[in-house]
């Protein structure tokens, strides 16, 4: 490798973190500033593309596999790279955001696959970003423990043979990075930064170690932006000098867009793909933000009401399955979310039935493997696998050519017979005003009611505010969703909180902001695309 030239990166209104020097080095922000030169204008051209499609759908209110693309679908020969050692065996897979305590516990989990997220588990401070960099590098070299202010606690890594193999997931195409900026003063993507730090200092690393560069990719909307990150992989490997075909990467079928392109997603990805990912909370996200015009058939009810049975999400689980095993790839199933309570055994006991049941579902319609967001529940989604593959690492080899999904099957919201209810609309507003509140203190990742939430769960209750109301969706109670009737639950949530957790504590937190933030993204006639945005110019740090 040449020596690079000086980079013409500058970081703006950062205050200097300890050991940033070594993530921040002039050889890595000259590969980030190449990379955002090479790649941002396609990005900007494809995120353009987004609001196209979506003005499309606005216009059909339908959606359906791509014709020009139908020999890729068609061609029976293609598949995927073969899976590395390494990733082979993801029968249980954890998440979590990359703070020094997590990345021990993750990687300690039991878990085959830690997924180190930079997106929606990580509220994106500069601290966040630089710091969770740092964590990943230490934890490789072993150069990592924590101990716990509070409790006195110790952490430190299990033997390198129990460790879990780490997938690291970048920010999604939409989000920039404020802090690194170019001579032009233009931010460079957060994905590109992301990536790109962790790749360059991490490579050749991890190859030592026995495995290797492996990404999720979050919020794809359509095969073009998998081509984007596949010749992003292809110049990284060609500039670092790692062979080409070393980098690894799991998409996120987290769009409703993308669900109608899986195959050539992992098409323009077959050198590097390795997967295909149930992503449940975007996913329905995406359904709202895109058949936002559609009326009162795309109305989804309240989002636990939403479960993996519904017909269309079914539909959605399946082709998911049957694609990938038809191109060799893994599928992995979606978020257990329960947080165990500490308190009370009953709500634990309910909570990993449900979990239990969930699991044993995606098992045995032949899903590798599935997430969880707490090492408790580790054994209990391992069991479900366990029994299905036994010593076999995956079922890659369980076609289910059983199944036949039809376009107009994914979008068949309305067979759902659930409807929205009040109490789901202040369920809504609850959530929403917490996680907010917790990102704006730079937390991404935040138990709720006993569920782990993050920034798609924030994402999906605002969505189904905003739908309701401009739905004039009535509820079992007589009310009908209005701009008022918002205003009015969220100010009765935020008096709740209030007394909730004492004025000291109310003061010294963001409730108002988070209150007014969720108000602005769930009310505006002008759906904000993400809720991020808005929110990330009012993150400080």
């Known amino acids: 490798m040449s020596a690079p030239a000086p980079s013409p990166l500058a970081i703006v209104d950062a205050e200097p973190l300890p050991r940033q020097e070594e993530v921040l080095t002039e050889a890595a922000l ?98 966040n970003v630089v710091l969770g960099q740092v964590n990943l590098a230490d934890a490789y070299t072993r150069n990592i423990d924590f101990t716990d202010e509070k409790s006195g606690k110790s952490y430190a890594l299990k033997a390198d043979e129990e460790l879990a193999t780490v997938v690291m997931r970048p920010r999604g195409w939409h989000l920039n990075e404020r802090h690194l900026v170019d001579a032009n003063g233009t931010q460079a993507p957060g994905a590109l930064v992301d990536f790109g730090l962790y790749f360059f200092h991490n490579a050749q690393r991890l190859l030592d170690l026995g495995k290797g560069p492996y990404f999720y990719l979050p919020k794809t909307e359509s095969h073009l932006e998998a081509r984007l990150w596949n010749d992003v992989f292809v110049f990284a490997q060609e500039y670092t000098g790692i062979p080409q075909g070393t980098i690894r990467a799991t998409v996120l079928i987290e769009t409703i867009t993308a669900a109608y392109e899986m195959e050539e997603i992992l098409y323009e990805l077959r050198d590097h793909a390795s997967g295909l990912n149930a992503g449940r909370w975007d996913y329905l996200f995406s359904i709202v933000k895109n058949f936002r015009d559609g009326g009162a058939k795309f109305v989804l009810p309240d989002r636990n009401a939403v479960t993996m049975t519904a017909p269309f999400m079914r539909a959605y689980t399946e082709l998911l399955v049957r694609t990938c095993h038809k191109r060799g790839a893994h599928a992995i199933g979606g978020m257990a979310a329960f947080i165990p309570s500490r308190r009370d055994a009953e709500v634990n ?44 690492p995956n079922q890659k080899d369980r076609l289910r050519e059983d199944v036949h999904v039809e376009a107009a099957d994914l979008i ?128 400080r740090g």
């Open 412 to 539: 068949a919201i309305d067979s759902l017979k659930a409807k929205p209810t009040y109490p789901g609309l202040v369920n809504a507003v609850q959530v929403g005003i917490r996680y907010i509140e917790a990102w704006l203190r730079g937390l991404g990742a935040v138990a709720i009611f006993n569920l782990m939430e993050d920034a798609a769960t924030a994402e999906i209750s605002r969505s189904q505010i905003w739908q309701w109301i401009n739905a004039g969706v009535e509820f079992e109670n007589g009310e009908k969703a209005t701009p008022e009737l918002a205003r009015k639950v969220a100010a009765e949530e935020l008096a709740n909180i209030r007394e909730e957790i004492g004025e000291e504590a109310f003061a010294a937190g963001h409730w108002q902001q988070a209150h007014d933030l969720l108000l602005q993204v769930s009310l505006d006639d002008d759906y904000a695309d993400f809720l991020t945005l808005p929110a990330y110019e009012q993150l």
């Open 349 to 392: 006991k309910v909570a990993f039935e449900k979990v239990r049941a969930d699991k044993d579902r995606e098992a045995g319609d032949g899903f590798d493997g599935s997430w969880v967001a707490h090492p408790d529940l580790v054994p209990i989604a391992m069991e479900s696998f366990d029994k299905v593959l036994g010593d076999r």
């Open 30 to 127: 000259a590969f980030v500033a190449e990379l955002h030169r090479r790649f941002t204008p396609r990005r900007d051209e494809l995120l353009a593309r987004r609001a196209e499609r979506r003005a499309e759908i606005a216009r059909t209110s339908t959606l359906d596999f791509l014709p020009e693309t139908a020999a890729i679908r068609a061609d029976e020969s293609w598949k995927v790279a073969p899976s590395p050692a390494a990733l082979d065996d993801r029968r249980v897979e954890i998440t979590g955001p990359t703070d020094r305590k997590m990345t021990i516990n993750a990687l300690n989990s039991g878990a085959k696959v830690w997924l180190a997220d930079f997106e929606d588990a990580s509220a994106p401070t500069w601290e």
